[in-house]
């Protein structure tokens, strides 16, 4: 019986919002391109269940959108409208809310912003080879510094201040926009018992790699809010100082605009992959701790990139 979350994660688990796994309808849904990832993930092993801990089941959720330049995007994937722990991912969706709120002219990137505990979590840096120093209390910082540190560098500490900022409920209100029903931001990156009033007993945040690669689908054709703020968060993902998952399968000199995460059981990279001519988007959720999923990482993002470049 699959458990969508662990134990840690839940308490009380109200829904705040029906999940959506429609596939939009832009999209060709390509039964082939499907039927191929799947050989991929079965050849690799990852076609079943994963035992997460005492927790229950889980599956992978992988979603691969070909782009070519005058044709209609085809979609496939496998379990790909399957809701899962996204771990630090989900950040990409506070950053598209942050740039929501500039454009808007709520403030500036320039703005400044005084960091409070408990938002400071974080006690080592994700990226040790980035000399930035950690967050602490009553840092003051601009909205772009915490930006760039919450997308390249993953810093916890910089996420929980962007939520603060933004506001989960804006935030939500955004992903609602284009039918992410399911993918709301519900926590920040701190224990239940130092969570604002109201979320200490919320659901754990949850997305499917449908939602994640039509997210990245929209900035693509910048039409995630306005081409400014497509534009602005792909350049973010640009800066990705994480390359130790789908990146280390991919030839070299390939742009791969991207958000990675882990956590426990859950180990996650999506992207805009562009080389050339070669155009595709790849969101890939898989439950295997870091340790077993970098090499699985390795190959499938070799054997998916070699499809797309003939498919």
């Given amino acids: 019986m699959k458990t969508l979350l662990p134990l840690c994660l839940l308490f009380c688990i109200p829904l705040t919002a029906q999940q959506s796994r429609s596939i939009p309808s832009y999209y060709e849904k390509d039964a082939l391109l499907s039927e191929k990832l799947s050989g991929i993930a079965r050849d690799l092993g990852l076609d079943g269940d994963f035992q997460v801990g005492e927790d229950g089941t889980e599956q992978i959720s992988l979603a691969v959108i070909q782009l070519k330049d005058g044709e209609r995007p085809k979609i496939g994937g496998v379990h790909m409208e399957n809701f899962i722990y996204p771990a630090s991912v989900y950040k990409m969706y506070v950053a598209a809310e942050v740039l929501r709120q500039v454009s808007a002219k709520k403030y500036s990137l320039d703005s400044l912003y005084v960091v409070r505990s408990p938002n400071d979590v974080d006690t080592a840096r994700e990226v040790l080879s980035d000399p930035r120093p950690l967050l602490h209390d009553r840092d003051t910082v601009t909205v772009n510094y915490l930006l ?92 990705q100082l994480d390359n130790t998952k789908l990146s280390e399968g991919l030839p070299h000199n390939t742009m791969f605009y991207h958000k990675t995460g882990w956590w426990s059981y859950w180990t996650h990279d999506a992207g805009i992959v562009k080389d050339g001519e070669v155009h595709y988007v790849i969101a890939c959720f898989l439950p295997l701790r870091e340790e077993q999923a970098l090499p699985k990482f390795r190959l499938l993002a070799q054997k998916i990139d070699t499809l797309m470049r003939t498919y």
Avoid at 155 to 170: F, G, M, P
Avoid at 190 to 210: H, M, V, W
């Fill in 148 to 239: 760039d540190l919450m997308i390249t560098r993953s810093d916890n500490s910089a996420a929980n201040c962007l939520i603060d900022l933004t506001q989960r409920k804006n935030i939500n209100a955004l992903m609602h926009k284009y039918n992410w029903q399911g993918s709301e931001v519900t926590r920040k990156f701190l224990k239940r018992e130092f969570e604002d009033p109201g979320y200490g007993d919320i659901r754990g945040t949850e997305t499917s790699a449908l939602h994640a690669a039509d997210f990245l689908y929209r900035i693509t054709e910048n039409r995630l809010v306005n081409p400014w703020v497509s534009m602005q968060l792909k350049t973010l993902l640009g800066r």
